[in-house]
């Protein structure tokens, strides 16, 4: 594989993307922040494989950062990105700095409405209206034919699919499964962060969703008292701080109360001074497929 | 000229547009809440001059009328619109139904920032969030190269320069001078609703206007003193309502000082029941060019 090509310029990233389209080309486009894992590269290598050309952004994008937050220290590696980037078959990656995507005077947003009300939405205030606001942003500069976005930030994807759907954007959302490392911790940049006893503590939301998937497949019908078993979970180890644990409509992000068709089961977890997610699909009982998220 | 083709649904205006585009005719977009009158005839024109194919939308916009505006009696005359869009050259004529726009579950929206907030958004809440949000709806269905709007709707231009450079979308925003009856009065599908009298009185907004042209020209530099001539100029008319006389930065509607550069007048005036608005470059004297708005 060649090394793909880096695109800093909004002008220039919308010229690249242009031409591949005129040639005839689907554009695949991978949205990410760097500081790439294997669920960004499987993201990437699927992007190659079902479009003509595949695009990556990688962009630490400071709206989607509360007060307070990480992201002075977010991870930055660029260069081991770029070459990652490269070895997964995408053709262009567009590394634009801040004030390229948010200029002096900028001053306009997307409002996600209510999708990104509860949950991330209540515990990172601001947080969505700027994912929404860049993932609009680079759509209008890429004019992807599809987009690609993980499954572990399962509220943002609920987000982006809610901006397509009602800003009638002609991308195609294509959602890839959570990866985890071999002891079930969802992988995430923000694990860079955690020292080997935070490390181990943070298998709770694993062994937490576990749980819930084990309750509903066993017939327990009430959401709430699943939320509850999540809870009790993470409570147990000391070095994690519960943030919220939920059980939720896929789609509208609603509480649910019965179990009677799939759901979404959350968690945000305190460890240390990481904060993590992680989520599953919980299929009720007699549901033959037991479908990891 | 051909009658335009009339589209109804989103997916096949899509795909109209695409296949113009691929058939390698930029596509010019005049977007309308129909009520035709030589205001958008001339900006039709322009666009089906300056492109390869040249749309319309015809779409009466529920998310930018409040509560007690005039959504529901806003003029509708369909027929005689096509036939104008026909005679001005318009390729195809986008006429959705709302809930083609809007479905069931609609809930995002752009929020345009403080741009829209003085002036038609002090007086109007929400009304530029309704404007930006189906601009930007029409922009991602159709994807024009250029789109076309009238300088009669300053702030709304505003507004939509505004989404278009702060949420990168790749068109191009023409604006076309204010057409004005002989006797001066701005065209608007609104004057369809004034009686005999009220048309007569609806005269002074042109008149306030043409006093603080010749104020600004005449070296007045104070745009307080500019405001004031324009709303004693509308007071004195007793069929009028003045809601507001502004001199504001033409780009950022802020409140401009000194008129040591050119300023934006900008008046809206309830007639009776109808609520006029117009408004008019101000070129401070010394600035050769008289531009007309």
């Known amino acids: 594989m060649s090394a793909p090509v880096g695109i800093l310029e909004v002008a220039a990233m919308r010229r690249w993307s242009s031409a591949a389209r005129a040639a005839g080309k689907p ?5 990410t922040m760097g500081a790439l894992h294997e ?7 699927r992007a190659r494989a079902e479009n003509g050309v595949a695009v990556a952004s990688i962009f630490v994008n400071p709206t989607q950062f509360g007060p307070g937050e990480d992201l002075e220290k977010y991870p930055r590696r660029l260069e081991e990105d770029l070459a990652l980037c490269g070895q997964a078959g ?35 205030p601001g947080h ?13 500069i890429v004019l992807p034919d599809r987009a690609y976005f993980g499954q572990k930030d399962a509220q943002q994807v ?14 195609e959302i294509v959602v890839g499964p959570t990866v985890r490392e071999p002891d079930g911790l969802a992988m995430s940049s ?10 181990q503590a943070a298998l709770c939301l694993f062994r937490a969703l576990g749980i819930a998937r084990d309750l509903a497949a066993g017939g327990e019908r009430q959401a ?22 939920a059980v939720v409509d896929p789609e509208t992000f609603e ?38 998220g």
Request: a negative charge; proline letters at 7%; zero cysteines.
């Open 90 to 124: 995408i053709d262009a990656v567009f590394v634009p700095a801040a004030d390229e995507i948010y200029p002096k005077d900028f001053a306009l947003f997307v409002d996600p409405g209510p999708v990104a009300q509860p949950l991330e939405g209540a515990s990172r």
């Open 39 to 45: 669920g960004h590269l499987s993201l990437m290598r």
């Open 158 to 171: 609920a987000v982006i699919k809610h901006l397509v759907r009602d800003l009638n954007f002609g991308v």
């Open 255 to 292: 509480d649910m109360e019965s179990l009677d068709r799939p759901a979404l089961a959350l968690l945000a977890v305190r460890i240390g001074n990481t904060r993590l997610i992680d989520n599953l699909i919980l299929e009720p009982a007699g549901n033959r497929r037991g479908k990891r």
């Open 190 to 199: 923000r694990n860079a962060y955690l020292n080997p006893g935070e490390r």
């Open 128 to 140: 969505f209206r700027g994912v929404a606001t860049v993932v609009a942003k680079l759509f209008n």
């Open 224 to 245: 709430t008292q699943v939320a509850a078993a999540m809870a009790e979970e993470v409570i147990q180890e000391p070095l994690a701080d519960l943030d919220y644990a």
């Open 27 to 31: 554009v695949g486009l991978v949205p």
